[in-house]
T-cell receptor, first 114, second 116 residues
Framework: DGGITQSPKYLFRKEGQNVTLSCEQNLNHDAMYWYRQDPGQGLRLIYY???????QKGDIAEGYSVSREKKESFPLTVTSAQKNPTAFYLC?????????????FGQGTRLTVV | AQSVAQPEDQVNVAEGNPLTVKCTYSVSGNPYLFWYVQYPNRGLQFLLKYITGDNLVKGSYGFEAEFNKSQTSFHLKKPSALVSDSALYFCAVRDLNAGNNRKLIWGLGTSLAVNP
């Protein structure tokens, strides 16, 4: 079945550690996105990528990094520079054309700093 | 500035009654509007979208939404609510300042509780 897979579902990080969240899609979508969700704040865009080897910062990119070496994969690294990383992270993808645009989401990764 | 507002944090309805989840938007051009649903600890699922055409859009799970340009609204509706509809609902609009980049501006979400 086609879809977006995020792993792990739950992740625990110690203070000062970098962690990487995985996002893989087999939908052949060009665009991929990372969102952060906190209670009462809706979805906030961290990074997005329109094509392989290219990505742009979203609204809250500080303390995060991404790569897009393959069309199917868009991993997110939460670095030690991110001061408040505990949140629910959602990966999404979408395809062309613009008039058909809609995003498909993964099941999310809940990151907790311990 | 472009924005999306969901004026109600929570909506409570009885099972079998019609439900409405409100959304208003502010964009400088023709809006692309979306509704998504999120069940606890899960990702978001696409419900429906308005790009152009009929103002009444039908989507998944019996939901529909009405685009009202004069009121800049895109309210989500269902004629008869089910307990299983209880979830968090998000309205979103395409960010027209992002050019060809497909960015969305998200509402803060409305928690729908359908009581048996």
């Amino acid at each position: 079945d086609g879809g977006i897979t995020q792993s792990p579902k739950y992740l625990f990080r110690k203070e000062g550690q970098n962690v990487t969240l995985s996002c893989e899609q087999n939908l052949n979508h060009d665009a991929m996105y990372w969102y952060r969700q906190d209670p009462g704040q809706g979805l906030r865009l961290i990074y997005y990528s329109q094509i392989v080897n290219d990505f742009q910062k979203g609204d809250i990119a500080e303390g995060y990094s991404v790569s897009r070496e393959k069309k199917e994969s868009f991993p997110l690294t939460v670095t030690s520079a991110q001061k408040n990383p505990t949140a629910f992270y959602l990966c999404a993808s979408s395809t062309l054309p613009l008039t058909g645009w809609g995003a498909f989401f993964g099941q999310g990764t809940r990151l907790t700093v311990v | 500035a472009q924005s999306v507002a969901q004026p109600e944090d929570q909506v409570n309805v009885a099972e079998g009654n019609p439900l409405t989840v409100k959304c208003t938007y502010s964009v400088s051009g023709n809006p692309y509007l979306f509704w998504y649903v999120q069940y606890p600890n899960r990702g978001l699922q696409f419900l429906l979208k308005y790009i152009t055409g009929d103002n009444l859009v039908k989507g998944s799970y019996g939901f529909e939404a009405e685009f009202n340009k004069s009121q800049t609204s895109f309210h989500l509706k269902k004629p008869s609510a089910l307990v299983s509809d209880s979830a968090l609902y998000f309205c979103a609009v395409r960010d027209l300042n992002a050019g060809n980049n497909r960015k969305l501006i998200w509402g803060l979400g409305t928690s729908l509780a359908v009581n048996p």
